[in-house]
């Protein structure tokens, strides 16, 4: 019996004198195709680059400098530069937002999974009230309370970091002809 036959109504009863119901088409293949692999290698060798200069301006500073949170962010700004979460209002407010979380998570609770756990959301409710959405920005909260990072060389390198990103952003999608401009909107 073909599937179609297993699915319409068949005699008398409910559904009787229906046609029968469509299978439907796999969906596989109908979503939008990525963009060319040149785009694509173009996103790819930005948030490289912008990666790489951080971990370069690490070694000089003898601290870490990119972070997960920051490699999530990179590929946000040069992968979909569109969208709200890859706005320098998001990445850079973001960030500070969820660092100051993060901060004050860890000084009344201390570190422990649960506040970090905490933190992320309270940053992530943050984030959503100032309109500055980057979930990234939710995983430097974690970092903080989990790590618990010295404040007087984190701040200013996160702030940094997260500017390199933006600037880096609007540098490479002026670099290549055709391409979207980044920033959307700066503030």
Do not use: K, N
């Not at 963009?35 to 951080?54: C, D, E, R």
């Not at 970091?161 to 670099?175: K, M, P, Y």
């Amino acid at each position: 019996m073909s599937r179609s036959s297993a699915l319409a109504p068949s005699g008398s009863g409910p559904g009787a004198g229906r046609p029968p119901l469509r299978v439907l088409p796999r969906l596989a293949g109908r979503a939008p195709a990525p963009p060319a692999p040149g785009a694509a290698l173009h996103s790819v060798s930005g948030a490289t680059a912008v990666m790489l200069a951080l971990v370069a301006i690490g070694a000089v500073v003898h601290e870490p400098v990119l972070i997960p949170p920051l490699a999530a962010s990179a590929a946000i700004v040069h992968s979909v530069p569109a969208l709200p979460l890859a706005q320098p209002r998001s990445v850079i407010a973001g960030h500070l937002m969820c660092s100051a979380v993060g901060y004050g998570a860890l000084a009344a609770l201390g570190s422990a999974p649960w506040v970090a756990a905490v933190a992320a959301g309270i940053g992530l409710a943050l984030m959503t009230v100032a309109r500055t959405p980057h979930s990234p920005a939710c995983a430097t909260a974690v970092v903080i309370v989990l790590s618990a990072p010295d404040p007087r060389t984190f701040l200013p390198l996160l702030a940094g970091s997260t500017l390199l990103l933006v600037l880096a952003g609007c540098a490479l999608s002026r670099a290549r002809t055709g391409s979207l401009r980044y920033p959307v909107y700066w503030w």
